[in-house]
Each structure stands twice: as structure tokens, then as C-alpha cells.
């Protein structure tokens, strides 16, 4: 059984800004650390995580691998599909797309899809008491953490490179134009 699932935020990046980064290097906002194999395959390793409340929290980590993006003047969408790295068979499958578009003021980030549910029978039943809850939860976190990412690698682009200062250096200036050896 599939599950259609959505959430969203804006952010305050300009869209072609944006864009590029996602273009150029994905793996700085879908993943913490990615080796220059993983940015060639476009397949990354993230968290998903469910803040449960009471201090308590759940968390998975997952592959994700994204798709072929297609992009015009004003929107960029990236397909993407991630499963579990372990318990695969407990956990649900995702199949999406991230939309990136501009928005007033700076960036829409969008991510839909469905998810498989896991474990039959079982998994329709904790579906519907619990597990819609905590698949848009995770979704939610995702999306902000990701929002949250492409802020930051738009400040970093943006800071000046550091330079060393250059100091004024007083030559001597000399009345005669002669050299003096001796």
C-alpha cells in the first residue's frame, strides 16, 4: 500500500542560488559528509529523524538517491527515492521529488511523494494509528534540515574569501639617484 505525503517550507535564498547549489553539489545539502564517489552516483546517506517529544526522538538512516533534475526559469525538480540502511524491510520505501521555486520573498522547497508501507497488514494497521504521523514528521524535519542546509551554504558562498592584508612598505627615498658602494 502507498501513501501520498507532502511538506514545505520557504527560505531565504534566491531561487537561482538555490538552483545552482543543487545543481553543483547536492551532496552539501542531502548529506553531512559525501565522499566524491557518492557525488558522481548522486547517491547519499542522510537521517531521517521524528522528534517524539518528552526529550525522546527516533532516527534512521537512509540512502537517498536522486534522479535526473529538470529545471526551467522558475523551478527545479529533483527526483528522489530513499529507503532504510538497515531494517529495510520494517521501514518505508519513498519515492518523490524535491521542487525548488521561487517564492516571495526568496525560495519554495517542496517535497512529495507516496511511501510504501511496510509489513502487510500490520504495517496498514500501525499505518493508520501511528505511522502517517511519524512519516510526516520525518518528512517535516527533512525538509527543514535541508532548508536549513541550502541557508547555509548560501551564507558560505557568500563570505568574502580571507585575504592577507597588505602593509604598506615605505621605501627610502634617496636625493641622489647614485649608488653607493664602499
Not at 66 to 87: D, M, Y
Not at 108 to 117: A, K, S
Amino acid at each position: 500500500m502507498q501513501r501520498w505525503i507532502e511538506a514545505s517550507t520557504t527560505i531565504r535564498v534566491a531561487f537561482a542560488r538555490a538552483r545552482d547549489v543543487l545543481l553543483d553539489d547536492p551532496g552539501a545539502i542531502f548529506s553531512d559528509a559525501t565522499a566524491v564517489e557518492d557525488r558522481h552516483t548522486r547517491r547519499f546517506r542522510t537521517e531521517l529523524s521524528v522528534d517524539l517529544g518528552g526529550g525522546a526522538s527516533m532516527h534512521q538512516e537512509v540512502v537517498l538517491q536522486q534522479g535526473v533534475p529538470r529545471s526551467t526559469e522558475t523551478t527545479l525538480a529533483l527526483p528522489v527515492t530513499w529507503q532504510a540502511t538497515g531494517r529495510a524491510r520494517l521501514l518505508p520505501i519513498f519515492d518523490g521529488e524535491l521542487e525548488v521555486s521561487e517564492a516571495r520573498p526568496g525560495t519554495g522547497l517542496r517535497l512529495t511523494g507516496t511511501y510504501t508501507v511496510p509489513l502487510g497488514v500490520v504495517g496498514r494497521l500501525g499505518n493508520g494509528v501511528v505511522g502517517r504521523w511519524l512519516a510526516r514528521r520525518s518528512l517535516d524535519a527533512l525538509v527543514e534540515r535541508l532548508a536549513g542546509r541550502l541557508e547555509s551554504e548560501d551564507q558560505r558562498l557568500d563570505s568574502p574569501v580571507p585575504t592577507l592584508e597588505r602593509v604598506p612598505v615605505a621605501l627610502p627615498v634617496y636625493e641622489h639617484p647614485e649608488i653607493y658602494v664602499g
